[in-house]
Nanobody, 125 residues
C-alpha cells in the first residue's frame, strides 16, 4: 500500500511563496510518476504539475513560470515550489502517485493510483 502525506499549506498574501511537500511510502518511489492537483471550492479538481519517472515535468498554463515541481528520490519526496501566488491559486492541493513507469508525467487525474489527503492553500489579496 502506498501512502502520501502532504504538508506546507497555509494562509499567505498575494505575491508570497509557499513550498508544498509530499512524502511517499513505497520502495520504488523513483519509478513513480508524481503529480500535484488542486480543487477550489465549488470547482472541479484540476491539474497543476507533474514529474515523470524520468524527471520530465509539465505544468498547467495557469502556473507555468511561477510553480516548480521537483522530486527527491533519496527522500521519497515530491515538492511544489509556488512563487508569486495569486488569490486564484486558493485551493486544496493534492499530491498523487502513479505506479506506471514513464519518462513523462501524467496530466490526467484518472491515470493516478494513489492520492494524499490534501493541504489547504489560501492566498489573500
Amino acid at each position: 500500500q502506498v501512502q502520501l502525506v502532504e504538508s506546507g499549506g497555509g494562509l499567505v498574501q498575494a505575491g508570497d511563496s509557499l513550498r508544498l511537500s509530499c512524502v511517499v511510502s513505497g520502495r520504488t518511489f523513483s519509478g513513480y510518476i508524481m503529480g500535484w492537483f488542486r480543487q477550489a471550492a465549488g470547482k472541479e479538481r484540476e491539474f497543476v504539475a507533474t514529474v515523470g519517472s524520468g524527471g520530465l515535468t509539465a505544468y498547467a498554463d495557469s502556473v507555468k513560470g511561477r510553480f516548480t515541481i521537483s522530486r527527491d528520490n533519496a527522500r521519497n519526496t515530491v515538492n511544489l515550489q509556488m512563487n508569486s501566488l495569486k488569490p486564484e491559486d486558493t485551493a486544496v492541493y493534492y499530491c498523487a502517485a502513479s505506479t506506471t513507469y514513464f519518462t513523462n508525467g501524467f496530466t490526467d487525474s484518472d491515470r493516478y493510483d494513489y492520492w494524499g489527503q490534501g493541504t489547504q492553500v489560501t492566498v489573500s489579496s
